[in-house]
T-cell receptor, first 117, second 113 residues
Framework: NAGVTQTPKFRILKIGQSMTLQCTQD?????MYWYRQDPGMGLKLIYY???????DKGEVPNGYNVSRSTTEDFPLRLELAAPSQTSVYFC????????????????FGPGTRLTVL | AQKITQTQPGMFVQEKEAVTLDCTYD???????LFWYKQPSSGEMIFLIY??????QNATEGRYSLNFQKARKSANLVISASQLGDSAMYFC??????????FGSGTKLNVKP
């Protein structure tokens, strides 16, 4: 299993440009998450999904959009990039088992480092 | 607002000694989970240990243990016998309200030889 993969690893955008961060997991997990990590800070949840076709906002959703057409893929779309979106973006997945608070943790991808200039 | 707090931005520990990283949380939910993650300089997030709000015993995973004091709303991570490879950022996180994770701001641990 490759686990959670993210592409690209690095990207530089100009203000106002758009892009899609790709995330794919091969563990057949129901739950998927997008986080951003600003320098020296913890992770903040942007969006999450509990299954194909179902998404919901997290703590910091403004400026982003997501879709979940398949179990495996959970792309994050940035429209009209702004310097405030310079961050490292992590995708994560978790399987649904043992109730909401089982010991299943999230499996994280390696991250995408995005710079908006 | 419900949140999680790590008050130690940085800590030093001598190799082979034990160290405690502090974490407090603020939630009105009865059901929640607490996690600790390690983030080395390479950037990946590594799961260390989990504690459920209904678990009566403190969680342990090898050299890691979680000192869970529910009444005080604290979930401190204890690393025994520190190793040089333990130098990293450590994040405490809380899981509640069905599907939401909140992370603390992290503690940077430096292990000295």
């Amino acid at each position: 299993n490759a686990g959670v993969t993210q592409t690209p690893k690095f990207r530089i955008l100009k203000i106002g440009q758009s892009m899609t961060l790709q995330c794919t997991q091969d563990m057949n997990h129901n739950y998927m998450y997008w986080y951003r990590q600003d320098p020296g800070m913890g992770l903040k949840l942007i969006y999450y999904s509990v299954g194909a076709g179902i998404t919901d906002k997290g703590e910091v959703p403004n400026g982003y959009n997501v879709s979940r057409s398949t179990t495996e893929d959970f792309p994050l779309r940035l429209e009209l990039a702004a310097p405030s979106q310079t961050s490292v973006y992590f995708c994560a997945s978790r399987r649904l088992a043992g109730g909401f608070f089982g010991t299943d943790t999230q499996y994280f991808g390696p991250g995408t480092r995005l710079t908006v200039l | 607002a419900q949140k999680i707090t790590q008050t130690q931005p940085g800590m030093f520990v001598q190799e082979k000694e034990a160290v405690t990283l502090d974490c407090t949380y603020d939630t009105s939910d009865q059901s929640y989970g607490l996690f600790w993650y390690k983030q080395p300089s390479s950037g990946e997030m590594i799961f260390l240990i989990y504690q459920g709000s209904y678990d009566e015993q403190n969680a342990t995973e090898g050299r890691y243990s979680l000192n869970f004091q529910k009444a005080r709303k604290s979930a401190n991570l204890v690393i025994s016998a520190s190793q040089l490879g333990d130098s990293a950022m450590y994040f405490c996180a809380i899981w509640y309200n069905f599907n939401k994770f909140y992370f603390g701001s992290g503690t940077k641990l430096n292990v000295k030889p």
